[in-house]
């Protein structure tokens, strides 16, 4: 009777344990990495933040060559108050 009891509780252990340590490994895994529709997204975003970024420089430019001191003009009070008062 305990043969019985035995043998399952063998598989168990040295079967069924390992093959469900091992599949929840596999998921983990392969849910850590990126799919081909999520790398594609990441390039496009990529590109966008790109584009935004020469957009803000060119604007940037722009401005300098209308009023260089645009910048200091566009400062809320107390900061431009705190820059001018450091000789900045």
Not at 44 to 66: G, K, N, Q, Y
Request: proline share 5%.
């Amino acid at each position: 009777m305990e043969e019985f009891i035995a043998i399952p509780i063998v598989a168990i252990l040295f079967i069924g344990l390992p093959w469900l340590i091992f599949h929840y490994v596999t998921r983990w895994k392969t849910a850590g990495t990126l799919t081909g529709a999520d790398e594609k997204l990441l390039d496009e975003l990529h590109d966008a933040a790109r584009r935004l970024d020469d957009r803000l420089c060119t604007i940037e430019r722009i401005m300098t060559a209308e009023n260089p001191d645009w910048r200091q003009q566009c400062l809320p009070e107390q900061r431009r108050e705190r820059l001018m008062s450091n000789g900045e």
